[in-house]
Structure formats: structure tokens, C-alpha cells
């Protein structure tokens, strides 16, 4: 199949700002889709509420548009139902890891068979510009006009810490860096985390003296580094992507079928 055949083109052109990077962030996972040669019929997509939840809605795979950080709930239910599918879970700093940060760690406890795509613009965009967990001291939001005193989450670490067996970050810069990233999360066998950094000029940009949308590119350019790499050993302080956990645990869904297996013979004897 095409790039093209992944995508409801009717409902383009997008509702994103221009500039934003989620745009960009969908083309790395549809091509991710594409090269893995994955039937569309067996891809879900569960979104919440959000400038990046509305990447279900341009997608043609089943999706579901779900309540503001519940969407790893829903997909839970997908997963356990239907434990043959690919289900995928595109979200922006809320729906991860505000209201949504229980679902997160909990999801990430489990190791249920998910991709969790966690697209970091470290503001709300489409309410107005608040801070949000991810927006980290120092930041000015329309909710922090004198800057933010809140510390920020590290979304790898905390995927880290919760129990996910892989978590990757990139950022809408590396554009191939991102969609091999997505292959090898959508491939994996438990809960997958790819964090990827995006730029908002409209609010986040604007009010942090960042630029436009290319300057925040060259941010995300200049600002990150390859683990392992020359340039993040002589400066730590960069933010290093890639792959940091890629391990083989117990799936949850395969676990609870053993589960299931068990109680009926028991029934049955």
C-alpha cells in the first residue's frame, strides 16, 4: 500500500497551526505503518482530546476519539478484546501525563501490548497556551505570564521507572530518526513509549522568544543528541534520543489468556 492509502484525504487539509509539528510527527508514523506493511484493518487508534488527539481523525484505520486522558484506558479495553490488533496511542502533554498520567504509569506497570506516542510541545496549544507537566521552570504560558515555577516530568524516565519495556525518544526534526523509532515500538511485544519532541510557534514559541516554526527546528537540531554519540559526551546538558529500553517482559494480554486458560480447566475437570 501507498503513504496515501493509510490516509483519510478527504478531511485535509489538517486543523494544525502551520508550523506545528504534529503534522510531521504523522507523517513519521504513517510512513512507520507504510514500511512495515501493516494491513489497516488490523491498526486501531485510540486518541483523547487535543492538538495531538486529532491525528485519529485523518488516519484510516479503526479509531476511536475518546475522553481527555483516558485514551489508554480505552485502548486497554482494545487490547484485551481484540489482542490481535496493533493499537496505537497518539498523545499530547495532558492526555499522557496530566489527567492522564495515572493511565500512563498503570499501562506501563502492566506491559500491555500498546504504542504510546507521546508528543511533547510542553504547552496546551489548542485550550489557550497553559503550562503543562511538561513545560518544565522558567516557562511563560498564558497561565504562568510571570514564568512557570513547576518541574517538569522526564518522559523517558518516568516510562522508565512505570515499567515500560520500551522507550524511545526523537524529536519532529529527525524525521527518520522518528519513524524507525515508531517501526521498532509498533513491532514490540509489550508497552511502548516514543516520546517526540514538537514545536507549537503559536503559543510556546511565541511567548518563550523561540521563533517560528524553523527556528524551534533548529532548537530541537541543536538542543538533542544520539546516545552514545561524541556530542552528548561533551555536553551532557544536550537531550540525548533514541532507545532507551528495549527489553523482553511477561505481556499482559498473553499473561491474562494463561489466566483464562487456567480457570476453565479447572471448570472443565
Known sequence: MAVKDYLRERFFPHMWCPGCGHGTILNALVHAVEELELNKNEIVMVSGIGCSARISGYVDFHSLHTLHGRALAFATGVKLSRPNLKVLVPMGDGDALAIGGNHFIHAARRN????????????????????????????????????????????????????????????????KESTELLKKAILHKGFSVVEILSQCPTHYGR???????????????????KLGSKALEDNPGLIPRGIFVEKECPEYCEEYDKIIAQAMKGRNS
Open 112 to 175: 500491555i501490548d500498546i504504542t504510546a506516542i507521546v508528543m511533547n510541545n510542553r504547552i496546551y496549544g489548542m485550550t489557550g497556551g497553559q503550562f503543562s507537566p511538561l513545560s518544565g521552570p522558567g516557562v511563560k504560558a498564558t497561565t504562568a505570564p510571570y514564568t512557570t515555577i513547576d518541574n517538569n516530568f522526564d518522559v523517558v524516565e518516568l516510562a522508565k521507572a512505570a515499567g515500560a519495556s520500551f522507550v524511545a525518544r526523537s524529536t519532529a526534526y529527525h524525521v
Open 207 to 225: 511567548k518563550n522568544k523561540e521563533g517560528d516554526a524553523v527556528g524551534m527546528l533548529e532548537l530541537q537540531k541543536t538542543n538533542t543528541a
